[in-house]
């Protein structure tokens, strides 16, 4: 009996531990969870911004910035919590925005950085600004305050800026600064009037570094290349007076070796619908000049990345099998560079619009058809 008496008496303190709760928690009301970090660097000094979302008297949403400085980034992020009453979760940061001078010098230590924090989530998207980093966080403040659009809707799939943006998260970054045969493209953005951001491109890192940029139709070219599923239902202008909308599309890579060269044939394949062009063209006309712009832009950027040594197209991933280990390491100096690249385009129009020849004669056949 006294056996199971203590065993009773043990197994109740047990679930009093387990009913207690959480013995570490914080209320809410002195946590700060912001959304989107600032990295800067004056001098020889880390300046960090962090913009974190507070209720004001109203019970309306309001964005307030807080910010520090420091010999390294971990510092500054100290420097800036004693600045601020709040505990702060960095779990919730979505969007890290940086300096496009530190692309510049290379940003493999500050991901580092960010992979290593233990309170750092690896999923936020990465952009580079073109603007002071302060003034593009108290312009983006600002605009919330007077139209109230809200930054967490830049993040969302299907917004329009998307479809020209190569949309990267922290990790990705990462994998692509230590990856042997790919890179990686982050988007250039600054703060708007109307709106919370304005997109101008993307910036090319290899190995870290910025080493060129790509302007909106280039990153468009590299989604379709990518096969990105955000490039479907997207309007292409082939010239002054022609635009077309991409209804379908499919891409392949066939390689072929011939001894050290390497020959690359990428064929495109789109389904389309004419959005808006000159009454004078026809399907057939419409249809040849889209092939030959996507062609040319196409070989274009190529040629582009091929000088710089840099692939943001996943050409080198889809060949890196076989080569070594040792190969690998010298793949985009040494072998990607002399890749010879042919590209097939072919274009099918699946519909033109609803327009009609309206002149009196055919406007009376049809008019006595649709009757029948």
């Avoid at 924090?117 to 312009?139: G, N």
């Amino acid at each position: 009996m006294k056996r199971n008496h203590w065993t009773k008496i043990i197994i109740s303190f047990i679930l009093l531990v387990l009913l207690s709760g959480c013995w570490d928690s914080r209320d809410i009301n002195y946590r700060s969870t912001p959304v989107l970090m600032g990295v800067t660097k004056e001098e020889d000094l880390f300046h960090v911004f962090l913009v974190i979302p507070v209720s004001v008297v109203s019970e309306q949403r309001n964005l307030a910035k807080v910010d520090g400085k420091g010999a390294t980034i971990v510092d500054a992020i100290e420097q800036l919590k004693k600045k601020i009453e709040t505990t702060i979760d960095l779990e919730h940061i979505a969007f890290i925005v940086l300096d496009e001078k530190l692309g510049e010098e290379g940003i493999e230590r500050i991901t580092n950085t960010f992979i290593r924090m233990r309170d750092m989530p690896a999923t936020p998207t990465v952009a580079f600004t073109t603007e002071e980093m302060e003034t593009y966080i108290d312009q983006m403040i600002s605009t919330f305050q007077k139209v109230g659009v809200p930054i967490f809707g830049f993040l969302e799939k299907q917004t329009g800026w998307e479809i020209y943006d190569p949309e990267v998260s922290l990790w990705e970054v990462y994998r692509g600064i230590h990856s042997f045969t790919s890179d990686i493209a982050i988007p250039i953005i600054k703060s708007n009037e109307n709106l919370e951001m304005d997109y101008s491109g993307a910036s090319v890192l290899k190995n870290g570094k910025a080493v060129t940029t790509l302007n909106s139709l280039e990153v468009l070219l590299m989604n379709l290349l990518n096969n990105e599923e955000n490039v479907i239902k997207t309007f292409i202008t082939i010239d002054e007076t022609t635009d077309v909308e991409l209804v379908e599309r499919d891409v392949e890579y066939d390689y072929t070796h011939h001894g050290d060269e390497i020959d690359l044939t990428i064929q495109l394949e789109f389904v389309m619908i004419v959005a808006e062009a000159e009454d004078h063209l026809n399907d057939e006309a419409i249809q040849k000049k889209f092939e030959e712009k996507v062609e040319k832009d196409t070989l274009k950027l190529v040629k582009k990345l091929q000088d710089k040594h840099a692939d943001v197209l996943g050409i080198s991933n889809r060949i890196r099998k076989n080569y070594t280990h040792e190969e690998l390491k010298r793949f985009l100096d040494e072998i990607y560079p002399n890749i010879n690249v042919n590209v097939e385009v072919d274009a099918v129009i699946e519909n033109n619009g609803k327009l009609r020849n309206l002149n009196n004669d055919d406007f009376e056949d049809w008019d006595k058809q649709n009757q029948e």
